[in-house]
């Protein structure tokens, strides 16, 4: 049975079982609709409760289920159904109630949830509104402001914050199943009035709804540029005022079914599949055993170490970071506590947290000092004599069992490995900078890493927040080989009449955070040099190559650092500008390998950069650098 019916005295429970998240698939709709009535009918019931199995409540509709044709019964008749129920019914929430699971948990009269759920609306993250009346009802519960932030940005919120707002009635202290019994119980003895949110209005008493809206509007412009979902959750808060409730719900479900088909949502509902595929490798099963990571090493204090170092100390986990200098330690260690302070002005953490957080961070005095680690990630300087010599020393210090990783983006893990008697031990865990902000964490399996290093590295990611991505030794592994031929590309376009500032303009406006010379201007130009020179005995002779950043280099321009790259930086800005100097080095530059600059097209831009990716994508899956097996 997807919805379970049972009974505790004069309560009717509904539980919800359908593994592994509770999704709204239709059984579980169709259960919610016959649970409720068979309560109804019955006179020895007095209220409801309904509750999820496992540890969720209902993670939302059934997201395989879009695309496909609607089978009734539709959510919005559950839901209607829950809500007209004579008798109380209380909505009973352990881990997460999002989306349609927040919209079943709307539509019951009361919520009470643990201390651990969460409760959210995230159906901008695929690319769609909240269809079945959370945009209608959640106003109508905690008022337009809070409820607007909420579905516009679609993260959830724990339980004190949802007690505080008003969504849960009450948080759990003991059982929940019991706890939410005796709330049912207590509803029905002190006759507290049904609560119907349909039924009620939008408090708007001073409240500027339409200012309101209006910057809502220009927030999420920028906020989620180019994403029409926000702006559609935006059109149908809208409605939710000026329009009665079932009017209102009509027209955002219009809207639902306009955009589920839309292409924003289809790339996004892959993405959120993809994301997960990603994190399943064909050897690396559930009954691995992890090995515990309880303490923490970074090599090296620079921006990479510093922000790992961060990472773990998030975490709750105490790290030891160690540079080659009582100096170089000391400004990293300035850099960690300049940026957690950065945080706590942002409001993004409290005082008390960089305080706990800085707290976990230590020095360490040299390698003897890594000797109870459990492991050591090493962010030191991008050469392989180094990386060899660092895990060499490695080997000496850390106990037998410690797993040993580096976060080199382009060198030969399997070389580093070798540069100790325990290659098994070693692996890659390429971080993206900054390091504690962004997800993507590439785990590099070596030709002889051990199952259990690379399980042990997959939780490590999920502790950290981060996407851990599992893939085989290559230059520039996933993420940096799929954009190199872009970068290339971008620099033949250039050789070829376009310029810097054309090439980012159209691929900033496809969609992508920076343009390619923009991103070369910060990770450095001439990180990208050295890179290349490492490249030089290997590349094939007849492949294109273009030395337009190479001169940029000879002229001492690396980029930001030096406020002079592909374009030019005023004292203290960010803010890329053209520079006619740069000009004449790409004017050169052409005339140099004998290329007669033409006008070229944005479309040209956009899919000779594209495909370029995507092409790169295609041979990276080929040669199974992605999810590689270690035979594979
Ligand atoms: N529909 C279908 N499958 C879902 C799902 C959903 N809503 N949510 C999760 N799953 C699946 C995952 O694909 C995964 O399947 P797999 O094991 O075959 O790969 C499995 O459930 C477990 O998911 P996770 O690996 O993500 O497990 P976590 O414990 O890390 O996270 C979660 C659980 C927080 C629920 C996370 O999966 C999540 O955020 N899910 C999406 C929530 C969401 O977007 N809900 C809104 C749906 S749209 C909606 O409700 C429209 C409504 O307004 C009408």
């Given at each position: 049975m997807t919805v379970a019916y049972g009974q505790q005295g004069a309560i009717a429970v509904l539980t919800i079982d359908n593994p592994p998240v509770n999704a709204l698939s239709v059984a579980v709709r169709q259960g919610l609709i016959d649970g409720i009535g068979r309560a109804i009918g019955d006179p020895a019931i007095a209220a409801i409760v309904v509750i999820g199995k496992g540890k969720t409540f209902i993670a939302g509709a059934d997201?395989?289920?879009?695309?496909?044709?609607?089978?009734?019964?539709?959510?919005?008749?559950?839901?209607?159904?829950i809500e007209a129920s004579p008798k109380p019914v209380v909505a009973a929430i352990d881990g997460v109630a999002l989306g349609g699971g927040l919209e079943v948990a709307l539509g019951c009269h009361f919520r009470i949830g643990t201390k651990r759920c969460q409760l959210g609306l995230p159906e901008v993250k695929i690319g769609i509104v909240p269809g079945a009346g959370g945009v209608e009802r959640l106003p109508r519960l905690i008022g337009l402001e809070p409820a607007l932030k909420m579905m516009v940005s679609g993260d959830p919120v724990r339980a004190d914050r949802a007690r505080e707002l008003g969504i849960i009635d009450a948080i759990a202290e003991g059982d929940l199943l019991t706890d939410a019994a005796a709330f049912a119980e207590r509803v029905v003895a002190e006759k507290t009035p049904i609560r119907r949110l349909s039924e009620s209005t939008i408090a708007l008493d001073g409240v500027d709804w339409r200012a309101l809206l209006a910057a809502a509007r220009a927030t999420a412009g920028k906020s989620h540029r180019g994403q029409i979902s926000p702006q559609r959750v935006i059109d149908c808060v809208e409605n939710a005022i000026t329009l009665p409730f079932d009017q209102a719900l009509g027209e955002t479900i219009r809207i639902i079914n306009e955009l589920i088909p839309s292409a924003q949502a289809k790339a996004l509902r892959y993405a959120f599949f993809a994301e997960r595929e990603a994190g399943k490798v064909p050897d690396i099963d559930k009954t691995i055993t992890v090995r515990p990571l309880r303490s923490a090493a970074v090599i090296g204090a620079g921006t990479m170490g510093g922000g790992i170092a961060m990472c773990f100390a998030d975490a709750g986990i105490p790290v030891l970071v160690l540079e080659n200098s009582a100096e170089a330690l000391e400004k990293g260690m300035v850099r960690i506590e300049q940026n957690y302070q950065d945080m706590v002005q942002k409001g993004r953490i409290r005082a008390e947290d960089k305080t706990k957080r800085m707290g976990l961070i230590s020095k360490a005095a040299g390698y003897d000092a890594l000797g109870d680690v459990d492991i050591v990630i090493e962010a030191a300087f991008e050469e392989m004599a180094v990386k060899k010599d660092v895990f060499a020393r490695l080997d000496r210090a850390c106990k037998p069992d410690a797993v040993l990783a580096t976060n080199t983006s382009y060198l030969n893990v399997d070389e580093i490995a070798s540069a100790t008697k325990r290659p098994e031990s070693v692996i890659g865990l390429h971080f993206f900078s900054p390091a504690n902000v962004m997800r993507l964490l590439e785990i590099v399996r070596g030709a002889k890493t051990a199952k259990d290093i690379v399980a042990t590295a997959q939780a490590l990611a999920r502790t950290i927040g981060k996407i851990g991505v599992v893939c085989g030794v290559?230059?520039?592994?996933?993420?940096?080989?799929?954009?190199?031929?872009?970068?290339?590309e971008a620099s033949f376009l250039v050789d070829e009449g376009a310029l810097p500032q054309q090439v980012d303009k159209v691929l900033y406006e496809f969609g992508m955070a920076m343009g390619p010379f923009a991103v070369g201007d910060v990770a450095g130009i001439d990180v990208g040099w050295r890179v290349r020179r490492s490249l030089d005995a290997t590349r094939p002779k007849d492949q294109r190559y273009s030395p337009t950043a190479d001169r940029l280099y000879e002229l001492g321009r690396y980029g930001q650092k030096t406020s002079k790259g592909w374009y030019r930086y005023e004292k203290g800005s960010r803010v890329p500008l053209p520079d006619p100097e740069v000009e004449a080095v790409i004017m050169q530059s052409s005339k140099d390998q004998g290329i007669t600059r033409r006008a070229i097209g944005d479309e040209e831009i956009l899919a000779r950069c594209l495909y370029a990716a995507i092409n790169e994508g295609a041979k990276i899956l080929d040669e199974k650098i992605a999810a590689p097996t270690r035979s594979g």
């Open positions: 997201i395989r289920e879009f695309g496909k044709p609607p089978q009734a019964p539709r959510l919005t008749v559950a839901i209607a159904a290559c230059d520039g592994f996933v993420a940096n080989r799929s954009r190199g031929p872009m970068t290339r």
